[in-house]
């Protein structure tokens, strides 16, 4: 085994062991902030491992997606969402942790029997590939480039949509009759008490 095995090696066992102990932190951690945070841990561990395969635009997608676009909204959602009760064990739990266990040890012995039954055969020649980031820019921006274009603007159109429904305006009472006026996009799930704490 010479040194760059041995560094693949190396690396790919930190990734694996780093990935299964965030995921493993993502199920068992008692704050749902800490599992967000963890979460994002599992995938920046995934995109080290697609590295390690010259996936390098999956890593970067991995990265740009789910790190900074679908982790960072479960961080938003969960922080936004002030809603703090006591926590009440819910009934059946017992029956319900039983059969998640047996759902899971049922997944990992159907992979594990895949894992072993699979005739895996590790490359003893090492070639060095291009980089695929440079052919897909030149697909997206050729040969793709009118779809490219209007999956940009749906997402621009779901993003503005998305602020205007999440908008909340201040209403504020009239002094005369101390009903709360009519503002646009006011919308009537708004509480009052925010509005009494503003003025």
Same mark, same amino acid.
């Given at each position: 085994?010479?040194?760059?095995?041995?560094?693949?090696?190396?690396?790919?066992?930190?990734?694996?062991?780093?990935?299964? @102990?965030? =995921?493993?932190?993502?199920?068992?951690?008692? *704050?749902?902030?800490?599992?967000?945070?963890?979460?994002?841990?599992?995938?920046?561990?995934?995109? @080290?491992?697609?590295?390690?395969?010259?996936?390098?635009?999956?890593?970067?997608? %991995?990265?740009?997606?789910?790190?900074?676009?679908? *982790?960072?909204?479960?961080? +938003?959602?969960?922080?936004?969402? *002030?809603? #703090?009760?006591?926590?009440?064990?819910? =009934? @059946?739990?017992?029956? #319900? %942790?039983?059969? &998640?266990?047996?759902?899971?040890?049922?997944? +990992?012995?159907?992979?594990?029997?895949?894992?072993? &039954?699979?005739?895996? %055969?590790?490359?003893?020649?090492?070639?060095?590939?291009?980089?695929?980031?440079? &052919?897909?820019? %030149?697909?997206?921006?050729?040969?793709?480039?009118? /779809?490219?274009?209007?999956?940009?603007?749906?997402?621009?159109?779901?993003?503005? @949509?998305?602020?205007?429904?999440?908008?909340?305006?201040?209403?504020?009472?009239?002094?005369?009759?101390?009903? /709360?006026?009519? &503002?646009?996009? =006011?919308?009537?799930? #708004?509480?009052?008490?925010?509005?009494?704490?503003? #003025?």
């Amino acid at each position: 085994m010479n040194l760059g095995e041995s560094v693949q090696l190396g690396s790919f066992a930190i990734l694996a062991l780093m990935m299964l @102990g965030s =995921a493993l932190g993502v199920v068992l951690a008692g *704050n749902i902030v800490y599992s967000a945070f963890l979460l994002g841990l599992t995938f920046i561990s995934m995109a @080290g491992l697609y590295l390690l395969l010259n996936a390098d635009f999956v890593a970067a997608a %991995q990265i740009l997606v789910y790190v900074g676009a679908v *982790n960072v909204l479960i961080l +938003f959602g969960v922080m936004l969402v *002030n809603k #703090r009760e006591d926590y009440v064990p819910a =009934a @059946g739990a017992l029956l #319900r %942790q039983v059969v &998640t266990a047996l759902v899971c040890a049922g997944l +990992f012995a159907l992979l594990a029997a895949v894992v072993l &039954t699979s005739p895996w %055969q590790l490359a003893t020649d090492f070639q060095t590939v291009e980089s695929s980031i440079v &052919t897909l820019a %030149q697909h997206f921006f050729s040969d793709y480039l009118l /779809p490219f274009e209007v999956a940009s603007v749906l997402l621009l159109m779901a993003m503005i @949509g998305a602020i205007v429904l999440a908008r909340r305006d201040l209403l504020v009472d009239d002094p005369t009759t101390g009903q /709360p006026t009519e &503002t646009e996009l =006011a919308l009537p799930e #708004r509480p009052k008490e925010l509005a009494a704490t503003d #003025r």
